[in-house]
């Protein structure tokens, strides 16, 4: 069956930028809405944004100035990218793929493991 | 941006009970984009109900989801001890795209 795996640095100083990728196996990036969430410690889940399979993305508003998504069909692994990282990014982030396939992205069935990244000089 | 309140924000049962779970929007929701997660300590999310009532694969009966509009709840009958966890439930609408509510912890009593 289909696995995410997030991968990137678990420790991410101030002010520099946080980059994960998501490795898909057991399946295709094709015809998918892939969704990046994280969850700071202690606190509940948010939802940072997703990229199709085209290229095409949604982001949440309130990170929207700092964070890109893009899919390498070739790897079959999409990314995330976050800048001027602040104390508060500090959270395990998770990748995740719906529930169906080239259609809106209302609930996630897969979901990777999950990887804890602290931002700290 | 929609707003998703849980209630109680603790519920403390016993195994073998009944959990009812609430889940109350700041405007109205498609049914089809309310879903429920449960999560486990240092666990993912997993996936219980979605489109408000539809169990996901591999979901025991026991789990139950109804509700329209701006109420929905998540039911749990004949608790079991691995179904102590915190819950979630999450909607797809305008921007931002996916919100959740921040959780009920559902614990041993």
């Known amino acids: 069956q289909v696995q995410l795996q997030e991968s990137g640095p678990g420790l991410v100083k101030p002010s520099e930028t946080l980059s994960l990728t998501c490795s898909v196996s057991g399946g295709s990036v094709s015809d998918y809405y892939w969704n990046w969430f994280r969850q700071p410690p202690g606190k509940e889940l948010e939802w940072i944004g997703f990229v199709y399979f085209s290229g095409s993305t949604s982001y949440n508003p309130s990170l929207k100035s700092r964070v890109t998504m893009s899919v390498d069909t070739s790897k079959n692994q999409f990314s995330v990218t976050l800048r001027s990282v602040i104390p508060a990014d500090t959270a395990v982030y998770y990748c995740?793929?719906?529930?169906?396939?080239?259609?809106?992205?209302?609930?996630?069935?897969?979901w990777g493991q999950g990887t804890l990244v602290t931002v700290s000089s | 941006e929609v707003v998703l309140t849980q209630s109680p924000g603790t519920l403390s049962l016993s195994p073998g009970e009944r959990a009812t779970l609430s889940c109350r929007a700041s405007q109205s929701v498609s049914s089809t984009y309310l879903a429920w997660y449960q999560q486990r300590p240092g666990q993912a999310p997993r996936l219980l109900i979605y489109a408000a009532s539809r169990r996901a694969t591999g979901i025991p009966d026991r789990f139950s989801g109804r509700g329209s509009g701006t109420d929905f709840t998540l039911s749990i009958s004949n608790l079991e001890p691995e179904d102590f966890a915190v819950y979630y439930c999450q909607q797809y609408g305008d921007s931002p795209r996916i919100t959740f509510g921040q959780g009920t912890r559902l614990e041993i009593k």
């Open positions: 995740a793929r719906p529930t169906e396939k080239a259609t809106t992205p209302y609930a996630f069935d897969i």
